[in-house]
C-alpha cells in the first residue's frame, strides 16, 4: 500500500516497538488502577522465553491492502421539508435494497459530528521544557471538505458569484473540519487546513484560467458541443449551420463558395475539439487527483465541485473511474452548478451562441438547450453515483453551499454483509429509503463494489482494519484503552508514547494444548491536526496463557507500548485492534505537545 500525500493509500509502516506496562499518573482517557503486583508483557515474555511455547510473543511485519467486502457500510443523511437534518428515526425506519433486492440491517447507529471523538486526554511533558500541567487537547478533524473550482470552464461573473458564497459557507465550518481548496486549473491551490483567513486569502484569488480563447465575434461561431457533434459524431445538421455561419461572415453568401465555407466550419470544428478535450481532460485529471488526495484522510469525506458544468464526449470510462475511485474511498462529490438559473437567450452570450441570421432560431434555440443540458450531466452523474446532491437552477448559491458543504446535525450509519455475493467486481445498486418517506429526503452512497477475487482470511483481516483506520468511528468489541505520554528531549523534538491497554482477562481465548491462546493485531496511527499520515506501527500480539497466569498473574491487564519520534504540534492518535475471530476495537485521541 504505497503512502504518499497526494493521494495514494498509506502504507502501514512496521518499526520496532516494546511491550510495557503503564506508568501511575500517565494514564488518559481512561485511567484504570495499576497493581504492583501485576506483570508487564514484557515481563511474562521474558519470564517464559525458556519455556516451550512462551506464553507471550510480539511480532511485527509489513501490511499490505486489498479490496475486501464484508460489511458494506452506508451513511445516511435524511432532512424534512425545511432542509433539517433528522435525527429521531430508528433502525426499522429504514428499507435498504442491495440491487433491488431488500437487506437485513445488521449495523446501525445514529451520529453527531463534533461529539463522537471529542474527548479529554490528558498528556504530560517530562521534558527540559515541560509544562507544569497536562496540555489542552487539540480539536480532532472529523471531516474533511474539498472545494474543487473549475476555474477552466467558469466565466469570470460566475467564479466571483460563486467565490463570494463559498467565504460564507467558511464562517459555518465547525472546528473539528478540515477544508482545502483545489482547482482545475492547478493553481492557486490550498491544501487541508483549519485556518479559516487562508481559506479566504486563497478563495479571493481565484481567477478564470481558461485553455479556449473566447475572442469576440468569431469566424464562424463555434462550441465544444458544436464541435464534438461534427467532428465526432458526424452531425449534418450542425455541420451545415456552422458552414452557413461562414459562408456568411467570411464569403458574403456567395453560394459558388458553398464548399470553402464547409471546409472553414470543419476545420473550425477540429480546432474547438482539440481544445475543448484538452479542457475536459484537465478538469477530470484535477477531480481524480483531488478523490485520490481525499480518500487517505481519515474521517468523512466530501468534495464539492464548482462549475458550469463540461461536456465529456467520449471519455465515459474516465468518468466511471472517478466515481469508482470516490465509492471505493468513501469519497462523497457533490456539485453546484455555477452558472445559477440558467435561461436561454437565443442571440444573446456571444461566446455560447451562433447567429440565428443564418439558420432558424428554433435550431438555434436546439442547440442552445442540448448543449447547456449536457454541461450539467457529469455533475450530475457523479453526485448520483457517489451519495451527494447537485444544485443547480438557482441563484441563492448560498444557500446551495449550505446544503452541500455544511455538516449535518445527525447522520445514520447503516451497515449490512451481502447475501451469495458473487466475487466479479461487479457494481452493486443501493437504495435507502425511509418509511413514510414522502416527507424526507435522503442522501447515500449508491453502491458498491463487490470484489473480483476470493480473499485470503489474513487479506480481509488487513482490508477491516485499514477501513477502521481511514475511518473515525469508534468501536469497541474488544477490552482495549488507549493512552499516550510523550516528553522533549529538546525544544524542537518530542517523543510520543501510545499504549493500547488491554483487559486481557475480558479477551475470547480457545483452548489448545492446555494453553490459553489469542491474537491481537494493533495497528498505532498518527496524523497531524489536518489529517495527513505522519507514522504508523503494526504489532501482532500472540498469547499463550497457563490457567494459573490467566486467572492469577495478568492482574489489570497489559499496556502494549509503541512509540514515535515527532515535532511539537498537535496530532491525532488512531488506534485500531482485530483479533483472530473478527473483534475490533478503535479509538481516538488527541495529543497537544507545545
Request: aromatic share 6%; glycine share 6%.
Amino acid at each position: 500500500m504505497p503512502c504518499s500525500a497526494n493521494g495514494r493509500r498509506v502504507m502501514l509502516l512496521v518499526a520496532a516497538a516494546a511491550l510495557a506496562p503503564l506508568a501511575p499518573g500517565k494514564a488518559a482517557p481512561h485511567p484504570r488502577p495499576q497493581s504492583a503486583s501485576a506483570p508487564s508483557a514484557a515481563t511474562v515474555a521474558t519470564s517464559a522465553s525458556t519455556q516451550n511455547p512462551p506464553e507471550m510473543s510480539s511480532h511485527d511485519s509489513p501490511t499490505t491492502f486489498q479490496v475486501n467486502v464484508r460489511l458494506v457500510e452506508v451513511r445516511v443523511v435524511v432532512r424534512d421539508v425545511h432542509g433539517d437534518a433528522v435525527g429521531n428515526l430508528r433502525k426499522e425506519d429504514f428499507q435498504l435494497f442491495d440491487d433491488r433486492k431488500p437487506q437485513a440491517i445488521t449495523q446501525f447507529s445514529v451520529e453527531r459530528p463534533g461529539f463522537e471523538v471529542a474527548r479529554e486526554q490528558k498528556t504530560t511533558d517530562k521534558g527540559p521544557a515541560s509544562t507544569s500541567g497536562p496540555a489542552s487537547p487539540p480539536d480532532i478533524p472529523e471531516r474533511y471538505l474539498a472545494y474543487l473550482f473549475d476555474d477552466v470552464h467558469l466565466v469570470f461573473s460566475d467564479l466571483a458569484q460563486a467565490r463570494e458564497a463559498a467565504e460564507k459557507n467558511l464562517r459555518s465550518l465547525r472546528p473539528t473540519d478540515r477544508a482545502a481548496l483545489f482547482t482545475t486549473s492547478g493553481q492557486n491551490q490550498l491544501d487541508f487546513t483549519d485556518d479559516r483567513e487562508k481559506l479566504s486569502d486563497a478563495l479571493r484569488r481565484l481567477l478564470p484560467r481558461p485553455i479556449i480563447d473566447n475572442t469576440p465575434n468569431p469566424c464562424p461561431k463555434m462550441t465544444y458541443y458544436l464541435a464534438d457533434l461534427i467532428a465526432n459524431k458526424n452531425d449534418p445538421r450542425a455541420l451545415a449551420a456552422v458552414t452557413s455561419d461562414a459562408l456568411a461572415c467570411q464569403f458574403n453568401n456567395d453560394p459558388r463558395l458553398q464548399n470553402a465555407a464547409q471546409a472553414v466550419a470543419e476545420s473550425t470544428a477540429s480546432q474547438w475539439l482539440t481544445t475543448g478535450d484538452a479542457e475536459t481532460h484537465l478538469a477530470l485529471t484535477s477531480l481524480k487527483e483531488t478523490v485520490r488526495r481525499v480518500s487517505i484522510l481519515p474521517g468523512q469525506r466530501s468534495i464539492v465541485l464548482v462549475s458550469p458544468g463540461f461536456l465529456t464526449p467520449q471519455r465515459e470510462s474516465d468518468i466511471e473511474e472517478i466515481a469508482d475511485r470516490a465509492v471505493r474511498g468513501n469519497v462523497t462529490i457533490s456539485g453546484i452548478d455555477a452558472r445559477g438559473l440558467y435561461v436561454l437567450v437565443p442571440g444573446g452570450d456571444i461566446s455560447q451562441q451562433i447567429p440565428s441570421s443564418t439558420f432558424a432560431n428554433v435550431q438555434e434555440a436546439q442547440y442552445q438547450q442540448q448543449s447547456a443540458t449536457a454541461d450539467s450531466d457529469v455533475m450530475a452523474f457523479l453526485a448520483d453515483a457517489t451519495g451527494g446532491a447537485f444544485v443547480h437552477n438557482t441563484n441563492d448559491l448560498a444557500e446551495g453551499f449550505r446544503q452541500l458543504a455544511s455538516a449535518p446535525e445527525y447522520y445514520y450509519l447503516l451497515g449490512f454483509a451481502p447475501q451469495k455475493l458473487k466475487l466479479n467486481g461487479r457494481f452493486h445498486n443501493l437504495k435507502v429509503t425511509v418509511n413514510g418517506g414522502e416527507k424526507y429526503s435522503v442522501r447515500a452512497r449508491r453502491g458498491y463494489f463487490a470484489p473480483k477475487q476470493p480473499s485470503a482470511p489474513e487479506l480481509e483481516a488487513k482490508q477491516e482494519i485499514e477501513d477502521a483506520v481511514f475511518s473515525q468511528e469508534e468501536v469497541h468489541e474488544l477490552p482495549i484503552d488507549l493512552h499516550t505520554q510523550f516528553f522533549k528531549p529538546s525544544d524542537t523534538d518530542a517523543k510520543l508514547t501510545v499504549l493500547a491497554h488491554v483487559d486481557v482477562k475480558q479477551l475470547h481465548f480457545h483452548k489448545e494444548d492446555g494453553r490459553n491462546n489469542s491474537d491481537l493485531t494493533i495497528v498505532y496511527v498518527i496524523f497531524d491536526r489536518n489529517g495527513n499520515f505522519v507514522s504508523a506501527i503494526e504489532k501482532t500480539l500472540r498469547l499463550h496463557l497457563k490457567d494459573d497466569t490467566l486467572a492469577n498473574r495478568m492482574g489489570p491487564g497489559l499496556s502494549v507500548k509503541s512509540n514515535f519520534d515527532i515535532k511539537p504540534g498537535s496530532y491525532l492518535v488512531r488506534l485500531v485492534a482485530r483479533d483472530a475471530e473478527g473483534q475490533i476495537a478503535a479509538e481516538n485521541g488527541a495529543v497537544q505537545i507545545p
